[in-house]
C-alpha cells in the first residue's frame, strides 16, 4: 500500500470524526463569528457616538440659570442649555448627565465686584463618555472667560491682545473614519486565533485523545508509515483551521455591508484582498496545525493538551496586534518572523498600502520552513513510537 | 510463524525483557503465560511493532520486523491489551477504516465486515456508533478489526479480560477456529484455565525471561506436578500474581 494512501485513509477518518464532535464543529463553525461580529458592534458604537457629537450637539444642563443670564446667553451659542437635574452630582455620578453647570447665588455679586466669580463644573473623570461633553462645557466657559476679560481691558484702555502671548488653535484631523480604521488592526489578530482555535479540537481529538481512549495502540500496529499517519492528523487539522478562517475572513469583509454607508469610511476589503488575505494565510494553517498536534502529542493528556495549546494561541496573536496598532514601518526582519510577518502584511492590505512580494514571500517561506522543521520533529518522535507510551 | 531471538528490553532503569527467545508455530494456539509485570504486554508489544527492542529481533513469517516493519505488520492481526475504540465510529466502520489500512477497499471489504459481523454475533450493534458499548462489543468491535485483512498471525492481550462466561465462550471459539484454518495465533494470559482450555503449547514468563516452554503435558512432566497450575508455580517459583 502506497504512502499517499495510507495518508488518505488516516486523513478521511480524521475528517470523519472531525465532522461528528460538535466541539470541532462549534470551534470551526461559530467561533469564526465572533471576531467580525466584535469588530461591526465596535464600529457601530464609533458611527453612533460621532453622530451624537456632530450632528446632534451637546446638552449642557445648567443649574441655577437666573444667576448669569449673559453667562447663559453666551452657552446657547454653542450647546443646548436644559435645565439641571434637582442633585447636579448625584446626577453625574450615575451617569444620567454627562456634565453640570452649577452657577451658585452670589455669582452675580462677584461679577459686579470684580472678584473671579464661581461655576462649578460638575463632571465623572472615570466615564470616557463623558469626556467630549464635559471637554465641551470647559471649552465654552473659558471662551465666555477670555470674552468678559478682554471686555474688562478694552474698558480700561489696554488692548486684549496683550494678555493672549499665545493663539493655539487646535486642529482634530480625527474623523470617524480614522478612528474605524484603528479598529481595522485587530483583524490580523482576529485571523491568528481563527487559525487555531478551528484546528485545536482536531488536533487534540487525533492525538492525545486517541491515546487517552487508547485507541492510538492498534494504530501504531496497522501497517502505516508513521510519517503518514502524523501528516495526516495535521491534514485533518488544518482543514478545520482553513475553515474557521475562511469564515473569519469572509465575515469580515462583509463587516462593511452591514453598516450603515454614512458611516463614511470604506475598509480596504473586497474580494480580491480577500483572496490575498486567505492565500497569506495558507502557511499560518500549516504551521499552526503542525504546532498543535506536535505539542498534543506530547501532553500528558487531554486536559494538559487543552492548556498548552490555549497558551500557544496566544504568543503568535499578542506582538502581532501590538505592531499593528503602530503606524511605524516595522523593519524587514520582522517579516521573517511566523505570523507576525503574515499579520504585518495583512495590515498592510486592509489599510491599502503597498504590498512588495519579497516581504509577502519572506513570510510565506519562512512560516512553511517552520512547520516543515516542526513537522518533520514529530514525525521522528512518531517513528520512535513516542506518543503512544510517554503519557 | 513468529519467532522472537533474544529479545531484550528496558524502560530507563526497570528491564522488562532480559533476553526473551521463543517461536510460534502456524496451526497452533500458542499461550504466553505469566504473572502479572512478568513482561508480557511488553513482549507482545513488540511482536506487533509497538516497542522497539533495545536488542534482540523478531520474525514474522521469516520478515525481520525491525528492518521491514511495514511487511511484517502486514502479516498480524492485533488485538492489543486497551480496546480503544473511536466513539463517534460505528462498529462497522472500525472494520473498514482497518480494512483500508491493510490496502483493502471497495465490494472485497463490505463483504469482510459483513462476513465478520455475522462471524461475531454483531447483528444488533454492528452500525450503531461505539460511544457506551459494552466491554463484550468493544472486543468484539476490536476482534473484527484484527481480522479484517484474514492475518496468518493473531496476536491477542488477554482477550477475554473483562467478559462474561458466553462472550469468553465466543471468543475461545474463534481461536479454535483460527487454529483450525492454519493461523498462528499467540495470546497472554495470567489466567491458569484459560491456558489450559485453549492451549497447545504455552510459554511461561516471569521477571522478563522464558522459564518453561512446552506442550501443557510436558509441563506437567518436567516439573512432575499433577495440574498445569501447579507446574506453573514450580516454573515461576512463586504464587505471586496469579489467579
Redesign the interface.
Known amino acids: 500500500?502506497s504512502w499517499l494512501?495510507?495518508f488518505r485513509?488516516?486523513f478521511a477518518?480524521e475528517l470523519?470524526?472531525g465532522v461528528?464532535?460538535r466541539r470541532a464543529l462549534v470551534a470551526a463553525l461559530f467561533f469564526p463569528f465572533l471576531g467580525p461580529a466584535l469588530l461591526a458592534l465596535m464600529l457601530f458604537l464609533v458611527s453612533q457616538s460621532s453622530r451624537r457629537a456632530d450632528e446632534v450637539g451637546v446638552d449642557l444642563p445648567v443649574a441655577g440659570r437666573d444667576h448669569a443670564p449673559n453667562l447663559v446667553a453666551f452657552l446657547e451659542q454653542g450647546a443646548r442649555v436644559v435645565p439641571a437635574p434637582a442633585d447636579p452630582e448625584g446626577a453625574v455620578r450615575r451617569g444620567e448627565v454627562d456634565v453640570v453647570v452649577v452657577v451658585p447665588p452670589d455669582f452675580g455679586e462677584a461679577l459686579r465686584a470684580g472678584r473671579p466669580a464661581p461655576v462649578k463644573l460638575v463632571t465623572d473623570e472615570s466615564r470616557p463618555q463623558s469626556r467630549p461633553a464635559a471637554a465641551a462645557a470647559e471649552h465654552l466657559l473659558a471662551a465666555w472667560a477670555r470674552q468678559t476679560a478682554a471686555q474688562r481691558l478694552v474698558v480700561r484702555g489696554v488692548h486684549p491682545a496683550v494678555v493672549e502671548p499665545l493663539a493655539v488653535e487646535r486642529v482634530d484631523v480625527s474623523t470617524p473614519a480614522s478612528r474605524a480604521a484603528s479598529l481595522l488592526a485587530t483583524i490580523p489578530f482576529f485571523l491568528v486565533m481563527a487559525v487555531f482555535t478551528g484546528g485545536m479540537p482536531v488536533a487534540i481529538d487525533a492525538t492525545a485523545g486517541?491515546r487517552e481512549?487508547?485507541?492510538?495502540?492498534?494504530l501504531?500496529?496497522?501497517?502505516?508509515?508513521r510519517s503518514s499517519l502524523v501528516l495526516a492528523k495535521m491534514a485533518g487539522a488544518s482543514v478545520f483551521s482553513s475553515l474557521a478562517l475562511l469564515e473569519t475572513a469572509v465575515g469580515f469583509t462583509l463587516v462593511p455591508l452591514a453598516l450603515p454607508a454614512r458611516l463614511g469610511f470604506s475598509v480596504h476589503l473586497d474580494l480580491a484582498v480577500l483572496g490575498r488575505i486567505l492565500g497569506l494565510s495558507l502557511p499560518m494553517v500549516l504551521l499552526a496545525s503542525a504546532l498543535m498536534v506536535t505539542l498534543a502529542a506530547r501532553a500528558r493528556n487531554f486536559r494538559a493538551a487543552q492548556t498548552t495549546l490555549s497558551l500557544l494561541m496566544l504568543v503568535p496573536a499578542l506582538p502581532g496586534m501590538a505592531i499593528g496598532l503602530l503606524s511605524a514601518r516595522p523593519p524587514p526582519s520582522l517579516y521573517a518572523v511566523p505570523f507576525l510577518g503574515e499579520q504585518l502584511v495583512i495590515t498592510h492590505l486592509l489599510r491599502a498600502e503597498a504590498v512588495g512580494p519579497a516581504q509577502a514571500g519572506l513570510s510565506a517561506a519562512a512560516t512553511l520552513a517552520a512547520a516543515a522543521l516542526v513537522a518533520a520533529a514529530a514525525v521522528r518522535t512518531f517513528e520512535?513510537?513516542q506518543p503512544?507510551?510517554e503519557a | 510463524m513468529i519467532e522472537l531471538h533474544d529479545v531484550a528490553k528496558a524502560f530507563g532503569e526497570v528491564v522488562a525483557l532480559r533476553g526473551v527467545t521463543f517461536s510460534v508455530p502456524d496451526g497452533q494456539i500458542t499461550g504466553l503465560l505469566g504473572p502479572n509485570g512478568a513482561g508480557k504486554t511488553t513482549a507482545l508489544r513488540v511482536v506487533y511493532g509497538v516497542l522497539r527492542p533495545d536488542r534482540g529481533r523478531v520474525l514474522v513469517n521469516g520478515i525481520d520486523l525491525g528492518s521491514d516493519r511495514l511487511s511484517a505488520q502486514r502479516r498480524l492481526g492485533v488485538l492489543p491489551h486497551a480496546q480503544g475504540l473511536y466513539t463517534r465510529l460505528t462498529a462497522r466502520e472500525h472494520i473498514l477504516y482497518f480494512g483500508a489500512m491493510h490496502g483493502m477497499g471497495g465490494s472485497g471489504l463490505e463483504r469482510r465486515a459483513d462476513e465478520l459481523v455475522r462471524l461475531l454475533g454483531m447483528q444488533d450493534f454492528a452500525d450503531r456508533r461505539t460511544e457506551g458499548f459494552s466491554q463484550g462489543q468493544k472486543v468484539k468491535v476490536a476482534l473484527a478489526r484484527a481480522l479484517v485483512h484474514d492475518p496468518e498471525n493473531v496476536v491477542l492481550d488477554e482477550p477475554t479480560n473483562g467478559l462474561d462466561v458466553a462472550a469468553t465462550r465466543q471468543v475461545r471459539a474463534l481461536l479454535r477456529e483460527l487454529k483450525g484454518a492454519g493461523r498462528c495465533i499467540l495470546f497472554s494470559s495470567h489466567v491458569m484455565q484459560e491456558v489450559s482450555a485453549l492451549c497447545d503449547r504455552v510459554v511461561v514468563i516471569a521477571r522478563g525471561q522464558v522459564v518453561a516452554e512446552g506442550t501443557p503435558d510436558d509441563l506437567r512432566q518436567k516439573t512432575g506436578r499433577e495440574s498445569l497450575e501447579d507446574a506453573f508455580v514450580a516454573a515461576i517459583g512463586s504464587e505471586e500474581g496469579l489467579s
Open positions: 500500500m494512501r495510507s485513509v488516516v477518518k470523519v470524526e461528528r464532535d486517541e481512549r487508547q485507541s492510538l495502540e492498534p501504531f500496529a496497522a501497517p502505516l508509515p520512535r513510537g503512544l507510551f
